[in-house]
């Protein structure tokens, strides 16, 4: 027995309260015991790498290359990505990926290189395969974005899945990104970042890592190109980055490197390379288009964890409405459950939570619902019974069911790696709908089961069924989200077809977007709590995950207000717009703030409204190509350094450079401009980039910039939607794209081109028709022109 752990749990006892305390302390010895028992023994371990080169054996889109210890495969898609397995590991099969096997390139040739090497050229990029096993990512000019070093492996003597390490380097000049949802980005900066979807425990901040939602996808941005490289393997590992330095030491460059270090699984990967918005397009044909939300979830959402009653619910919806605030959508934490019991209803509390819906609803609030995949293991209770006569729940090596621990007692937890799992949980959101919610948010999925010590999940040992190839929770944990989010996203679009499904997870892995989106998780109410928002967000939507935000106002204490005010501008501008709090934290709502900051709150919400049709053309845009609503500086001028480094503005969309407030006291800030002509949505002063320029950010808001040309769909003051367009500089030309959809079906309604010119005192806006240049479909008000 460990000293430590003994002390853990004593005080556990006396902290938690005895009997949750006490059951905590017991599924801390479990756990410990379970794996004991289920894992194979850490023994004596045999170093291997691939050795030299033995052969080559072509095959569609490039083919496999033999070494005395292992074997390379590489293949090129006909998508522009490139794939290549060591020790025979195929793309398949991957929970990532949204089609088994991408068809190969049949243009893409294995062909012999110097010094014994091997090479497949292909349109984007080449691949050099060294005759001892590293493998080099070239653009099509010649000059290297990424040589991975021979992998090493270290095998149990014994057999059975065994660690390995893949050393890479890159130029000096490249920055990271991505890696899921990190705190401590959008740039990540030198050290070690772990892949294991986490729940800290608590409110976390920048130095808090890892988080819940965590993938093996990096985006490496440097002056040659962009690329992006997916490590298909769901075990736990980490990564460790370190920047390069151009003229180190002696005058040379210092290449940057990244170390991934895997505790089992297959050595894969996919790359691709080009702008980001041509990676991003090719990372979506391989894992698949993000889910669109209906119109009304790109609105404003309120949340908090201890609403309590209908009466409540009532009374913040009717605070909204006095105050002549817009809200969107309401979402119920798991105090409306009937002693925390998913897809149940306190009835005492919510005794007519359908009426309550269609009140909502009648006044264009939309219900939404916390759902945890925690089942209470009560016999009576329905779900349980139910998921029991399914053998739905993950069970231990010896075949006993994983009992775990929730807020409210011992819990069994289902197995979403199998599909017939898979169909009866999401069956089960029939209940949900029958109460009249509209959408659900999913938490607690890394997943949690509290332990007085240790790791704050399931064993590992406990096993899955991974679609019928077997494995146990090292192999399933980082995709028990994603697999949790398809069971409900499937079953919604059965028992609701007419209707796209509204879902966002606390965790997930790579390919999350095809279900739903994300939000932050716990954040921290403090300053640095705004800044993790906006990283988390822009590293998500990097990764493929184009919707997701935090918990405006932090999840626990009580901000200032200045602190909501500024989070409450910078929420405005992003995809999910939602306060959020505990059940312990102060109040969310703007009226509880003082009246400038309601006043100010209100011009938000109001502009945020009138920016919905731009948001539903982001929403779509994103489904198509890949790219996500926030964007980098960089985004489309990669090779500016200055704004490769520039972490505290964003774009949303092509049109819009928000530069939210991020510290106390602020009343003028700078923003880095990328090229072209920029101008003040407010006063509309024009300004000149690429450059630096220092703009007023009064307390009433945060500066937003246009940019000249752009189009932009926004909401009339009769709801229609008009389009605002911003006059391009003299002797250029804009342009912009619009998708009108005010509904929750599944119509792919079409993309509008539209171009723009100046032609003196006046400007020209034309939409692209099928017979050539048309008039504009809807009203145009045209602004800048005066500048």
């Given at each position: ?326 809200l969107d959508a309401v979402h119920l934490d798991i105090d409306h459950f009937d002693a925390h019991r998913v897809f149940t209803v306190d009835r005492d509390r919510f005794a007519k939570l359908p009426v309550l819906a269609e009140e909502l609803r009648r006044d264009g609030v939309r219900l939404v619902s ?418």
């Amino acid at each position: 027995m460990n000293g430590r752990d003994l002390v853990r749990s004593m005080k556990t006892v006396g902290s938690a309260g005895a009997a949750q305390g006490l059951l905590t302390v017991r599924a801390a010895w479990r756990r410990r015991r379970t794996d004991a028992a289920g894992l194979p023994a850490r023994g004596a371990e045999r170093a291997r790498t691939p050795g030299p080169v033995l052969s080559m054996e072509p095959a569609p889109g490039g083919g496999v290359v033999r070494f005395t210890r292992s074997e390379l495969r590489i293949t090129v898609t006909a998508g522009g990505a490139v794939f290549w397995g060591w020790d025979g590991a195929g793309p398949g099969p991957s929970y990532a990926l949204a089609d088994a096997a991408p068809e190969p390139d049949p243009r893409a040739l294995l062909e012999p290189d110097k010094d014994g090497a091997w090479r497949v050229v292909s349109e984007r990029m080449t691949v050099v395969v060294s005759r001892h096993g590293a493998v080099e990512v070239l653009t099509p000019g010649g000059v290297s974005l990424r040589r991975d070093m021979p992998p090493r492996w270290w095998e149990p003597a014994g057999g059975g899945a065994g660690r390995w390490r893949q050393r890479s380097e890159v130029a000096a000049d490249a920055r990271f990104f991505g890696l899921g949802g990190r705190a401590s980005g959008p740039r990540l900066r030198d050290g070690t970042y772990r892949l294991w979807n986490t729940d800290p425990g608590h409110a976390f901040g920048p130095n808090d890592d890892p988080l819940y939602l965590t993938m093996p996808v990096q985006m490496v941005v440097a002056d040659a190109a962009t690329h992006l490289v997916f490590h298909d393997n769901s075990w736990d590992g980490s990564v460790i980055l370190r920047e390069g330095e151009e003229g180190a030491g002696s005058g040379h460059d210092r290449a940057g490197a990244s170390e991934l270090r895997m505790d089992g699984g297959p050595l894969r990967c996919w790359v691709m390379v080009g702008t980001p918005a041509r990676v991003l397009q090719t990372w979506a044909s391989l894992t698949g288009a993000a889910a669109l939300p209906p119109a009304w979830a790109l609105g404003h959402h309120h949340a908090r964890w201890g609403f309590g009653s209908e009466q409540e619910v009532r009374r913040i919806v009717g605070g909204y409405h006095e105050h002549g605030l817009p809200l969107d959508a309401v979402h119920l934490d798991i105090d409306h459950f009937d002693a925390h019991r998913v897809f149940t209803v306190d009835r005492d509390r919510f005794a007519k939570l359908p009426v309550l819906a269609e009140e909502l609803r009648r006044d264009g609030v939309r219900l939404v619902s916390v759902v945890d995949p925690a089942v209470g293991a009560e016999p009576g209770n329905a779900v349980y019974d139910s998921g029991n006569a399914e053998d739905a729940f993950v069970r231990t090596s010896a075949g006993e069911v994983v009992r775990g621990v929730a807020r409210r007692g011992e819990v069994v937890h289902p197995d979403f790696t199998r599909a017939r799992t898979r169909r009866w949980w999401g069956g089960l959101y029939e209940e949900r709908l029958s109460q009249g919610f509209a959408g659900f948010w999913h938490g607690m999925n890394e997943p949690v089961s509290l332990t007085a010590f240790g790791e704050s999940t399931l064993p590992r040992s406990a096993r899955h069924d991974l679609e019928g190839f077997g494995g146990d929770h090292r192999e399933a944990h980082n995709v028990y989200a994603l697999t949790m989010a398809r069971a409900a996203y499937e079953g919604l679009c059965e028992l609701a077809p007419q209707e796209r499904p509204f879902l966002f997870s606390r965790s997930g892995w790579a390919g999350m977007q095809r279900y739903g989106g994300a939000w932050s998780g716990n954040v921290a109410t403090g300053w640095p709590g705004v800044r993790a928002s906006l990283s988390l967000v822009m590293g998500l939507g990097l990764c493929g995950v184009p919707y997701s935000g935090p918990d405006v106002g932090g999840f626990d204490g009580s901000p200032s207000p200045e602190l909501y005010l500024r989070w409450f501008q910078l929420g405005a501008y992003l995809p999910l717009f939602r306060t959020h709090a505990s059940l312990r934290a102060g109040r969310r709502e703007p009226w509880e703030f003082g009246a400038e900051v309601l006043e100010h709150a209100r011009v938000a919400l109001v502009e945020r409204r009138r920016l919905l049709p731009y948001f539903m053309t982001l929403a779509h845009l994103a489904r198509r190509t890949g790219a996500p609503y926030v964007r980098p500086l960089w985004w489309g001028a990669p090779e500016d350094r200055a704004l490769r480094d520039c972490e505290d503005a964003f774009l949303l969309g092509d049109c819009l450079l928000v530069a939210p407030v991020l510290d106390p006291g602020t009343d003028r800030r700078a923003v880095q401009l990328p090229r072209g002509r920029w101008y003040d949505v407010l006063t509309e002063e024009a300004y000149d980039g690429p450059g630096r320029v220092v703009v007023d950010a009064p307390l009433s808001r945060i500066p937003v910039l246009v940019r000249a040309g752009a189009v932009l769909p926004v909401r009339g003051d009769d709801g229609s939607v008009e389009l605002e367009v911003w006059a391009p500089a003299p002797g250029r030309t804009g342009g912009g794209l619009v998708v009108t959809d005010s509904g929750n079906g599944w119509e792919e309604p079409e993309i509008e081109r539209y171009v723009t010119r100046r032609q003196g005192k006046r400007v020209v806006v034309e939409r692209d028709g099928d017979d050539g240049p048309d008039e504009p479909s809807v009203p145009v008000r045209v602004r800048g022109l005066e500048t």
